[in-house]
């Protein structure tokens, strides 16, 4: 997504073994890691390890990463568990990310829902971070319906879930800086939808918040209380998780989506022998996948 997306850093190009961490801790902090998130980390990530929790350790006053662990269990209601989840996380995210989805959005999907004329259509936006990618869908949906009026019902939900309450607060906040903002909005589509409220600071104009929602959701746990939905976007995320969660994330994905929906993936993802669900439908150089058999 755009995406400030739930991910692991796994581009730092380092290949360090920080002796402060044991292999003992690595290892259990690693286990850990997997079971929270799903996120798999490598043989070699001890220097990530380190630099990431190196705040936490410092604020608690701990010398080791197992120390944080063994913290972390005896407290298990201190929000330190949450906390060590949000230092391993990246949020690297802009808006539009990608572009081909959007457009792909606007000018295959809605159509096709089009044909259907639905009184609802509810969308997805898994591991949505701070909030570009759940925005991102609410504009290009307002498109839509400027150049197409009536064709669309009015009544569109986009729900976008994550599972950092930190990074949900930025979400449901809507306020951005210029630096966010110029990382793949136009001038002319922050002119049209966004608000100066001062201090270099712009938000999603009401309309378009209007239709977004925030929840908290751990793709690993249950998602059925979300509903049904037309549209998933579960975008750059599948990749840092084992073939095994891959498995079952798609298929309760495709559970979660009502008959003939679409799933939007990342640009370098692919259902490959994860999932026969779907069938791949190509339209002007994007991809998206179909659910089959509705």
């Given at each position: 997504?755009?995406?400030?997306e ?10 360090v ?8 801790d ?5 286990t ?14 001890h ?5 990431r ?10 010398k ?6 063994e913290?972390?269990k ?18 690297e ?12 959005l ?6 096709e ?37 009536g ?5 569109v939900?986009?729900v976008?879930t994550?599972?950092?309450?930190t ?8 306020t951005y800086?210029?630096?966010?903002l ?23 104009n ?15 746990n249950?998602y059925?209380?979300?509903g ?18 891959k498995?079952d994330?798609?298929r309760?994905l ?16 692919t ?8 069938e791949?439908?190509?339209?002007g ?10």
């Amino acid at each position: 997504m755009m995406y400030l997306e739930r991910s692991l850093d796994f581009d730092t190009g380092k290949r360090v073994t920080d002796n402060s961490i044991s292999s003992r801790d690595y290892d259990s902090f690693r286990t850990f890691l997997e079971e929270a998130c799903g996120i798999v980390l490598g043989d070699n990530k001890h220097y990530l390890v380190s630099s990431r929790l190196s705040r936490l350790m410092r604020e608690f006053e701990l010398k080791s990463v197992g120390d944080l662990i063994e913290r972390m269990k005896r407290e298990p209601r201190s929000g330190l568990r949450e906390r060590i989840v949000d230092a391993m996380t990246t949020n690297e995210t802009f808006w539009f990310r990608d572009n081909h989805p959007y457009e792909l959005l606007k000018n295959y999907v809605y159509p096709e829902l089009a044909k259907k004329r639905p009184a609802q259509i509810k969308i997805w936006s898994a591991a949505c971070s701070s909030g570009q990618e759940p925005y991102s869908i609410s504009i290009i949906t307002q498109e839509y319906m400027m150049t197409r009026p009536g064709s669309l019902s009015n009544n569109v939900q986009i729900v976008g879930t994550d599972i950092s309450p930190t990074m949900l607060d930025l979400s449901r906040a809507a306020t951005y800086d210029s630096l966010a903002l110029s990382r793949g909005l136009s001038p002319e589509r922050k002119s049209r939808f966004f608000k100066d409220v001062g201090n270099g600071a712009w938000q999603v104009n009401d309309d378009i918040r209007a239709r977004v929602r925030f929840a908290e959701i751990n793709l690993m746990n249950s998602y059925a209380s979300l509903g049904k939905f037309d549209i998933i976007f579960c975008r750059n995320v599948l990749i840092y998780f084992s073939a095994e969660l891959k498995i079952d994330i798609l298929r309760r994905l495709s559970q979660s989506l009502n008959p003939g929906g679409f799933l939007f993936l990342g640009s370098t993802e692919t259902l490959a022998s994860y999932s026969d669900a779907f069938e791949t439908v190509r339209h002007g150089g994007g991809t998206v996948y179909r659910l089959k058999g509705k």
